[in-house]
């Protein structure tokens, strides 16, 4: 790994027009670490460009320090690209190849797009893996660049709450800190900027909660009309899943949002059981315990029926 950090940084002293992409509907993990390198590269007097293909972007992040320079027109001018937190180049919503890519990611998925691979499955967070390639070549964090690095820890380990959180985690936090990181600040932006019309969402799609698999298991409805009704946006629902998730029975949350192409599912697991096989049968993607689809049917029952039967065989239930 340290190798491949020196080679890396190498690369980057070498090159003068250098893009930061992240993938497509960005988290706070992409965005922060896309983000971080901004004032380090400037200040090496590179000339660098954020892109994101995703329009509009999560408000919830606009803290971020240069945020706002974030574009969605791709450069003409560009000699590298170093993409962060994307598992595969078709998330990258770019169609050229760059001349040359640095892919930083920690998605044990990751299908080694780059011309430089930077992949450690082991970090909380894509910014961790960007924090050690600072770190080994002795590059000097500045604020603006650590509540970046921070935010994208905080966000993608659930505020410290994952399997990933370690003594190493808590280490590069601290050393966010050090280096000017105001973890209030951070969690009051993240968490204390609520929309009233989330809230409203919220009441309606809970009212719709049903539980079966002896509790085990827990449905949540979002329909078109609700969005509607309660003037919410897209971005309000992300956090739904996860909310029905805490119930204490649950082993598997599922979300059921209608869409114009049908109904997206989004499911969570708790300890044991592997979502992903579920997306995966019906067109989708992700994680062991974070994974996503979106079927062609509009029935909410019926979904939630073909649900059912899949998740019978991976759940665990006493008789
Ligand atoms: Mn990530």
């Known amino acids: 790994m340290k190798e491949l950090f020196k080679k890396a940084w190498e690369k980057i002293k070498n090159s003068d027009n250098i893009v930061l992409i992240a993938h497509i509907n960005p988290d706070g993990d992409a965005l922060g670490s896309s983000l971080s390198l901004y004032p380090i590269l400037k200040k090496m007097k590179k000339d660098v460009k954020v892109f994101n293909a995703s329009k509009p972007l999560p408000q919830y992040l606009d803290f971020l320090p240069n945020f706002e320079k974030i574009t969605n027109q791709i450069p003409k001018k560009m000699d590298l690209m170093i993409s962060f937190d994307c598992g595969s180049f078709d998330r990258l919503g770019i169609e050229e190849k760059p001349p040359f890519l640095i892919n930083i990611d920690h998605h044990i998925s990751n299908t080694n797009y780059g011309d430089i691979n930077i992949i450690d499955p082991k970090a909380a967070s894509s910014s961790q893996v960007v924090y050690n390639l600072l770190k080994t070549n002795d590059v000097k964090i500045e604020k603006d660049s650590a509540i970046c690095l921070y935010t994208a820890l905080v966000t993608d380990t659930g505020s410290f709450q994952y399997e990933s959180v370690n003594e190493k985690v808590f280490e590069f936090a601290a050393d966010m800190v050090r280096c000017g990181v105001k973890p209030d600040f951070v969690a009051k932006m993240l968490f204390q900027r609520d929309r009233l019309s989330r809230l409203r969402l919220l009441a309606k799609a809970y009212d719709t909660i049903e539980l079966c698999c002896e509790g085990k298991v827990a449905f949540v409805e979002v329909t078109k009309e609700m969005m509607e009704i309660t003037g919410a ?38 300890n044991y059981a592997d979502v992903s096989e579920i997306a995966v049968k019906y067109g989708g993607g992700g994680h062991i315990k974070a994974a996503g689809a979106t079927i062609n049917e509009f029935d909410f029952e019926k979904v939630k029926n073909m649900l059912k039967e899949d998740l019978k065989k991976i759940i665990k239930v006493e008789k």
């Open 233 to 270: 946006i897209k971005e309000d629902t992300d956090t739904i899943v996860n909310s029905i998730r805490a119930i204490a029975s649950v082993e598997v949350a599922c979300l059921l949002r209608e869409e114009d192409k049908g109904i997206k599912i989004s499911l969570r697991s708790k």
